[in-house]
């Protein structure tokens, strides 16, 4: 290994790999590497334990009933609602609505902003959002005639701020920005566009799917409106997320969806809606997957969402040293704050067969657009290979993934 890059004392990555089952197997006769981890990590017995308890002691629905199950399963849906509330500094946990993840999450605030915008209102976005924080933006635009403004990047894949807050006017109405991209692995200054907004009392979500998993988030000292995440990028189940929301917005909001639960009285003349959350939180939710997003926080607090950074970053600064010494592959991402995404494209190979080859390999990497389109239009090509590094991933890891990349342009070149 690299001598410039330090392993992170006191790291045991060995120790935590035993305790994600799946990463111990065999793909085509070659020990799994699993480096998709943007797009969603594995699970740790924890959580796969939290559900199986859940399913074999408590199984009931919530909140309506009065027996001992419903009460023990509505108890700890409760509990990791207070989890998530802690996890992200808000001040009560009455701010945390349960969705099925970061997609369903910005639709439910677009879909409620519906009511407030109209012609000559304007939304702020940058050119770096996944599809999931571009088209519900567009879909309200559609809805209101108001105009989506999307605030460029540069060469290196980072925010142009001076644009950014040239952007910002008395039009502007709603802003909805990444924390940290998927497809480049830029982190976003967000304190200070936050603030930028601010100054113009422009409410803002913030998408933190990619970044949840790598950067302690304190929405108190953020002080954004929203911010939404999924769970299963953060070692918890598939189907379950989060909104977080201040109180003074979620209350004046429409509902998303109607149905049980987020009623407090219904006639067939008018519906009085439930108090915040549970009025966003229309019939049965997932309530397994909330438990097992409880189990993953739990999780990872135990580990420390520092020291899980502290090690990717290594991670991500020796797979980039190793890459620069690869002529024929070219980085699309290098911003100075990047998180554990190292995205790329090889002279003479299509991405998708970089995919499909390495698999064959054993190492799972991303090829595609990664649901940036833009961002793929924007760098002139039609897709990159991605490695993304999680807590488990190791050193040597790397050094499969660049053995196996070389072995790609040998076959090919
Ligand atoms: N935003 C970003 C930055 C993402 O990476 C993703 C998932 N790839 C999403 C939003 C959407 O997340 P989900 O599909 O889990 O709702």
Known sequence: MNQKVEKVVGYDVERIRQDFPVLDQQVHGKQLVYLDNAATSQKPTAVIDSLVEY???????IHRGVHTLSERATL???NARKTVQQFLNASSEKEIVFARGATEAINLV??????????GDEVLITAMEHHSNIVPWQMLCEK?????????????????????????SKNTKFAAISHMSNALGTINPIKQMIELLHQHNVPVLVDGAQAIPHISVDVQALDCEFYV???????????????????????????????GDMI????FDKTVYNKVPYKFEAGTPNIAGTIGLGAAIDYVNNIGIDAIAAHEDSLLSYATEQAK????????????????????????????????????QGIAVRAGHHCAMPVMDFFGVPATARASFAMYNTHQEVDALMAGIENLIEMFG
Do not use: W
Not at 110 to 119: G, H, P, R, V
């Open 55 to 61: 399913y074999q002691n408590d199984n009931a629905n």
């Open 76 to 78: 700890s849906y409760e």
């Open 110 to 119: 677009a879909n409620a902003f519906t009511e407030k915008l109209s012609a």
């Open 144 to 168: 209101t005639g108001a105009e989506l403004k999307v605030a460029p990047i540069n060469e290196q894949g980072e925010l142009i701020l001076e644009e950014f807050e040239k952007l910002i």
């Open 229 to 259: 995440f999924s769970g299963h990028k953060l070692y918890a189940p598939t189907g379950i997320g989060a909104l977080y929301g201040k109180m003074e917005q979620l209350e004046q909001m429409a509902p998303y969806q109607g149905g």
């Open 264 to 267: 407090s009285a219904v006639t």
């Open 325 to 360: 010494r690869i002529n024929k592959l070219r980085v699309i991402g290098t911003a100075k704050n990047k998180g554990a995404i190292l995205s790329f494209v090889l002279e003479g190979i299509h991405p998708h067969d970089i995919g499909t080859m390495m698999d064959h």
